[in-house]
T-cell receptor
Framework: GAVVSQHPSWVICKSGTSVKIECRSL??????MFWYRQFPKQSLMLMAT?????????EQGVEKDKFLINHASLTLSTLTVTSAHPEDSSFYIC?????????????FGPGTRLLVL | GESVGLHLPTLSVQEGDNSIINCAYS??????FIWYKQESGKGPQFIID?????DKRQGQRVTVLLNKTVKHLSLQIAATQPGDSAVYFC??????????FGTGTRLKVLA
């Protein structure tokens, strides 16, 4: 149980284009999902917390107009990197909380590697 | 500021030996801790967790020890196997349910 998937697993795009990444909880409903960014050999950096049916909460320094998050259902959250630039190239990982009210345990997706040319 | 850190960035262990990965945390109010394993190019995988009302928890080949006095967390892997090679993160969770991750320790299993 508690499986989280991400799609696509990797994407290459041209500078200036937008890229959408999907995060799905496959066997449970997730009221809250999280989006992380990870640079090589570094830890996870929380970008935003996504709550179903409401606006995402962004961490300080993360541009909400740059990284659009939509959590339309209890099993799907999307992250759209708008007008992507080479500095946006990174490994993006989502996670989902299992359990209503937050059982606190986050289960992570396999990640999406984004390369912006 | 509050932080979670790891003592050793890289740990090399002989196959079959036991591994011990350490983590220090600074927020004494944190009440939940998780160890994650991250293989290259993949997302973190949940290994084991422990709550602050416990000092030891065992899983399959893994044991987590929590020492609240010195704010120290450790992950012990018994009979380390090549498949255990990965980066291991500890995560500290406070009442706000916000995760704070350490930088990670890379475990290398030597044949």
């Amino acid at each position: 149980g508690a499986v989280v998937s991400q799609h696509p697993s990797w994407v290459i795009c041209k500078s200036g284009t937008s890229v959408k990444i999907e995060c799905r909880s496959l066997d449970f409903q997730a009221t809250t999902m999280f989006w992380y960014r990870q640079f090589p050999k570094q830890s996870l950096m929380l970008m935003a917390t996504s709550n179903e049916g409401s606006k995402a909460t962004y961490e300080q320094g993360v541009e909400k107009d740059k990284f659009l998050i939509n959590h339309a259902s209890l099993t799907l959250s999307t992250l759209t990197v708008t007008s992507a630039h080479p500095e946006d190239s990174s490994f993006y990982i989502c996670s989902a909380e299992s359990g209503p009210g937050g059982e606190e345990t986050q289960y992570f997706g396999p990640g999406t590697r984004l390369l912006v040319l | 500021g509050e932080s979670v850190g790891l003592h050793l960035p890289t740990l090399s262990v002989q196959e079959g030996d036991n591994s011990i990965i350490n983590c220090a945390y600074s927020n004494s109010a944190s009440d939940y801790f998780i160890w994650y394993k991250q293989e290259s190019g993949k997302g973190p995988q949940f290994i084991i967790d422990i709550r602050s009302n416990m000092d030891k928890r065992q899983g399959q080949r893994v044991t987590v020890l929590l020492n609240k006095t010195v704010k120290h967390l450790s992950l012990q892997i018994a009979a380390t196997q090549p498949g255990d090679s990965a980066v291991y993160f500890c995560a500290e969770i406070s009442g706000t349910y916000k995760y704070i991750f350490g930088t990670g320790t890379r475990l290398k299993v030597l044949a």
